[in-house]
Structure formats: C-alpha cells, structure tokens
C-alpha cells in the first residue's frame, strides 16, 4: 500500500471527493492498521492458569474465530477496511468485504494489491452490492463467526436483531456527535486550530467530526470571531484542485446540511459565514457547501441533536464547567469528545465525567492505529485499534489437561 501511495489517494479522492492530501493521509493512516496488527500478532499470547488439583493443568489456547466479514462507509474508503481486515488477517482469519456502493473502487484496488503481495486465495474475499442484501446473507450464514460494521447507528441496530439467528459476534463503530468543550483558560491559538481540524476534516464527514461547540462565556466572542477567520479562510474545491475541503458526497447530504443551517437560523442562531452551497463553475456538482459558523445555537436546534455530517459548527456559550458537561452528554451518542484547557485538574475532571469512548484534549485529530477507537451509547460496541481489537478476532479455548498426579 505505501509503494502505491499515489495512486491509491487518487483513488480514494477521485471516488469519496476528499481531496488529494488528504486521500495520501488516509492510505498512510490505513496502512498503519495492517502493520500494527502485524506486529501485535507477535503477542497473541495463550497462558497457562495454576490448578487447585494436582492432577490437572489449566491450559488457555487463543484460537482465530474463523470466518470473519467486514461492512464498511464511503467517508474512508480504505482505513474502514484495513482497520477490520488488519487484525483478522494478523490472528489467521478469513474475512469477506462489503464496502459502500459509494466507494467500492478503493477495496477493489486494494484487493489487487493483495494478490500481488501474495495474500493466497479465499483469505480476503470481496463482495459489491447492495448493504440490505449483503448485510443480511452473511449474518444468515453460520460459517461468519464475526461482523465488524462501520456506519449509522439505523443499520446497526439492524444488524443486531439480524445476529440474533447465529449468535453471530458484531463489533459495531457507529453514528456520533462530537461535543467541543473549549475552557476559559484554553490556549486560543491551539483551540481555534484544532477546532478547525475536529470539524472540517473530510469536509466534516467523519463520524468524531465536531458538531457542538460549547465556548467558556468570557472567551466566547473573541473564540467565534477567531474560530470564523480561520474558518473562512478555508478553500473549496474538488479533489484535484489542491483545496482545504471538497464537496459532500450526494445531493442528499445537501439537502441535510442546508437544513441545519436554515432550522438553526430560523430558531435565532447568527450565520457568521458560509450558510449555502458554493458555485464552482461548470462542470462542478453542486454538492460543494461553504464552511458555515454558526453563533448562538441552542441545545433544542436540530443541529445539536442530528448528526451534521457536513462542514457547519455551531457555537454556544456556557457559564460554568458543570453546564458544559451535562450538555456535552445530553445525547444519545457518545464516540468522540474534545476539551481544550490550560489547567491539567480541571481538563482531566471533565473528561471523567464525559461519556464519550474518545476524548482529544487540546488536539483534534485523536485517530491513530494503537489506540482503541469506538463509542459509547448509540454510537457502537466494541474498540478497534491498538492491542484492544485483537480479542474481537479470536476465541479462547479452556483446556483441562488431566495427568497422572504422582509422576516419576
Ligand atoms: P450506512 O448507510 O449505515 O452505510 C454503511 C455501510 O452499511 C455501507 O456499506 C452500506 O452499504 C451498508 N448497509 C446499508 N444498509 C445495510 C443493511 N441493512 N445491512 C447491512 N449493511 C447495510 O452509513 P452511511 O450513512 O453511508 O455512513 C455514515 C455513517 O457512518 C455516519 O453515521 C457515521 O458517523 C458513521 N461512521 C462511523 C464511524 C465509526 O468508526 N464510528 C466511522 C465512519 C463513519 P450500501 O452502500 O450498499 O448502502
């Protein structure tokens, strides 16, 4: 995947829209997976537990669950894929693929790397089609021991009723709806940055995308006019244009996006810029969104309760650090947090108290291969990444080895 770098971020930004820097971003943050898990496979480690009788040993074996499947999202072509198929491939599972309908050619493309890295037949198996018809046939089969989903909460939910047939393991990485808790105390410059990062990344179609940003009162101003010059400084334009932030992925999401801002402002909230699609010029869908600031959102707008999916934030102040987090955690989602704050307490203390699976302080991109990743609530079951993903993949097997007690 590294030697295929370009063409790989091609591939990923031609299809998902995302532009090219950050396709390249994905192929080494996809690739980060399968050498982590390769290397975490060294430590697939079984045990051996003392007995209470003399004649019996207590053996622990670590054994791969068999066949496994994958069903993963547009918004990241590859790392969706690579973050399942990594670790089932490193324990000595089978898996069979299902990416979006939006973007199938990245798993295509990364398929025939595979045959030509050598991965034998029948390992890594790939299936196009439809999710409401590919979903359900392999939770039906009692050959796929486990299925690992990436996407909205709806079809989660789906698949669990549908495990119940087979018992089939899910690990399931859901829907989110980040909270921003920027503290009085916070480092502006690193705030206003990051923040940026956290909500307009893959044009804010990322599932720990920020979608709510709760500003300290005495800092709430000077946040919103420097968060919106930053803002607007962003550039739009398709993948190959060199922008900050490329479009959305269909007419639908469009449609979304324009309707959370308009509810917003509609209910009192202030446009401080964007608020509507862009108009490239010919040849150019009009799926590009203006990066939209938004002032005084409240928490009963449709943007504080909806996952956006789309490059709008929403700002609202708060007057002490205990509002901050009950509103933080009135959701039903819980995958990702961020906080930014000088003083180290008082940063830690809330994100005690934040029900999110993933908290970024002062930093926000938190995403990496070795950390666990996946949400609380109705955002997910289950982490993937780092040392935590490998149990999904493998049973563990008692044996009660007895011997003859007295020896010679
Ligand atoms: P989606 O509709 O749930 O689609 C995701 C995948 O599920 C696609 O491959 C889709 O196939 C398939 N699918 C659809 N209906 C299915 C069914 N009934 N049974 C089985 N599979 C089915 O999600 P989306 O709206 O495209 O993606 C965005 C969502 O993903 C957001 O909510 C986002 O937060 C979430 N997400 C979460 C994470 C995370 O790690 N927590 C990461 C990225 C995205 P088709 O393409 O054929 O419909």
Redesign the pocket.
Known sequence: MLANEERIAETIAAESGKPLAEGRGEVRYGAGFLEWAAEEARRVYGETIPASRPDQRILVLRQPVGVTAA??????PLA?LTRKLGPALAVGCTQVI?????TPLTAILLCELAIEAGVPDGVLNLVTG???V???ALLADPRVRKLSF????E?GQ??VRLSATNLTRLSL????HAPVVILDDADLGVAVEQAVRAKFRNNGQS?IAANRFYVARPIYHEFAEAFTNAVEKLSVGSWDMDADVGPLIDDRAVVKVQRHVDTAVEAGASLLCGGSPTDLGPGKSGRFFQPTVLSDVTDDMVISTE?T?GPVAGLSPFDDDDEAVRRANDSPYG?AAYVFGRDLSRVLRTVERLDYGVIGVNDGVPSTAQAP?G?MKM??MGREGGHFVMEQYLETKYVSLAIDPVGT
């Open positions: 069903i993963t999202p547009w918004n990241f969706m299902k990416p979006a309908n939006e439809a999710g409401p590919v979903g359900p990436t996407g909205s909460t079809v789906e698949l990485e859901l829907g989110g599932c996952e999916f995958l990743f949400g955002s997910g």
